[in-house]
């Protein structure tokens, strides 16, 4: 199968590649590792008017219309550039849901603000297990007349700080699966009863903790059944995973070659470090590791645009990239000596965002438990043809 990329998608890329190095230069990063925003609010603007924020979103809605591999070309682009934005969790994880499984009215009402208006949004799932299982959320919503009132506690959830909207995970319903009894609610992060906190992570990459103190929403504000909302989240998941796999991937690639730039320069002994053994065994183990992780996102994400996706492809995607990127940011400040860990080189600006993405949409461990299970389900094709030809 082919998983090159087309000419427009081509288009793309250059485009986003070339906003990003012009509007968020590695200074910029850093400066905005100061800003309580967290993001640069003028740049937002000027990728509203390109169309960004509207990529995946139907043209009814004033968006592109474009697919899954045309994002996740801008994630690799927005990884490989660093940049600090709520464009994962808007789009990522809140856009695409309200497009699967928001009502005509959810659309109509809060799409074209996405797209058009650069409206954030983001997702409070995660609470204080800091993992990703159904178990975890005890965030409740006790049903009263037409409203839900919700009480509890959501950490980590990304730029809450400035959200014009949030996807909030809450329990309905007490049951034996944990799976069950889950709800989606859209709310107003400035309603009464909402208590906003940064959480300070050492990526500065605008975390926050929301307290939800009797914090009523009408019934109108559910995405998807009441109940079901945990087969909501599990695709959101899925989705998230592979593209925040494919911003390291990003990512990943722009330090290799940050780092491979540097074993050319970097002199020892009347040579650059390039030329020995041992760092060429590391460069090139990075290269390997660099290629087979590209081809397993672009090939989860042409599944995904197919209509064909597939849960064991963008786990393993995932769980690689976590690898990858924190491998070829260590290995890279290992390569640039003690100056590595200063944040005046850019190597250790990539490897400080691994921090945080190694746990979005679940951590190394949940999705090699995904891989299991889908391996026990079905035999990869790949097993299948060596079985047959033995």
């Known amino acids: 199968?082919?998983?090159?990329?087309?000419?427009?998608?081509?288009?793309?890329?250059?485009?986003?590649?070339?906003?990003?190095?012009?509007?968020?230069?590695?200074?910029?990063?850093?400066?905005?590792?100061?800003?309580?925003?967290?993001?640069?609010?003028?740049?937002?603007?000027?990728?509203?008017?390109?169309?960004?924020?509207?990529?995946?979103?139907?043209?009814?809605?004033?968006?592109?219309?474009?697919?899954?591999?045309?994002?996740?070309?801008?994630m690799e682009e927005v990884g490989r550039n660093?940049?600090?934005?709520?464009?994962?969790?808007?789009?990522?994880?809140?856009?695409?849901?309200?497009?699967?499984?928001?009502?005509?009215?959810?659309?109509?009402?809060?799409?074209?603000?996405i797209a058009e208006k650069g409206d954030i949004w983001t997702l409070a799932q995660t609470e204080d297990k800091g993992n990703n299982?159904?178990?975890?959320?005890?965030?409740?919503?006790?049903?009263?007349?037409?409203?839900?009132?919700?009480?509890?506690?959501?950490?980590?959830?990304?730029?809450?700080?400035?959200?014009?909207?949030?996807?909030v995970a809450a329990r309905t319903s007490n049951e034996d699966d944990p799976q069950t009894g889950v709800t989606l609610f859209i709310v107003d992060p400035k309603h009464d009863g909402i208590r906003i906190e940064g959480i300070p992570t050492v990526a500065r990459d605008g975390r926050c903790g929301v307290v939800f103190e009797n914090v009523q929403v009408a019934k109108a504000d559910i995405l998807g059944p009441v109940d079901e909302g945990w087969d909501i989240l599990d695709d959101i998941q899925q989705q998230g995973a592979l593209l925040k796999a494919a911003e390291m991937s990003g990512g990943a690639q722009a330090a290799f070659e940050i780092v491979l730039a540097y074993a050319k320069e970097r002199k020892q002994f009347d040579k650059p470090i390039g030329q020995y053994q041992a760092v060429q065994f590391r460069l090139v183990d990075m290269r390997t590791d660099l290629?087979?992780?590209?081809?397993?996102?672009?090939?989860?994400?042409?599944?995904?645009?197919?209509?064909?996706?597939?849960?064991?492809?963008?786990?393993?995607?995932?769980?690689?990239?976590?690898?990858?990127?924190?491998?070829?940011?260590?290995?890279?400040?290992?390569l640039h000596g003690a100056i590595g860990w200063t944040e005046e080189m850019d190597i250790g600006l990539y490897h400080l965002r691994t921090r945080s993405m190694i746990y979005d949409c679940g951590g190394t461990d949940l999705h090699l438990e995904i891989i299991a299970r889908e391996l026990e389900e079905k035999v990869p094709d790949f097993i299948e043809l060596w079985g047959s030809a033995s």
């Open 1 to 74: 199968m082919d998983y090159s990329i087309g000419k427009e998608q081509e288009m793309l890329r250059k485009s986003a590649r070339e906003f990003f190095e012009k509007e968020c230069p590695k200074e910029k990063v850093r400066e905005l590792k100061t800003d309580p925003r967290a993001y640069d609010p003028k740049m937002w603007k000027k990728m509203v008017k390109l169309g960004f924020q509207g990529l995946a979103i139907p043209e009814e809605f004033g968006g592109m219309d474009g697919d899954f591999v045309e994002l996740a070309l801008f």
């Open 133 to 167: 299982e159904a178990s975890e959320i005890q965030l409740t919503a006790e049903e009263k007349d037409d409203t839900y009132l919700l009480n509890g506690t959501k950490i980590f959830v990304p730029y809450a700080h400035v959200a014009t909207r949030m996807l």
């Open 291 to 334: 290629d087979s992780l590209k081809y397993m996102v672009r090939k989860a994400a042409w599944h995904i645009a197919a209509g064909k996706p597939s849960r064991l492809l963008n786990s393993a995607a995932k769980a690689k990239a976590n690898e990858v990127y924190d491998n070829v940011g260590h290995y890279g400040i290992y």
């Open 82 to 113: 660093i940049v600090p934005m709520p464009y994962y969790s808007t789009v990522a994880l809140c856009a695409l849901p309200l497009m699967a499984y928001g009502s005509d009215k959810q659309k109509e009402a809060f799409l074209p603000g």
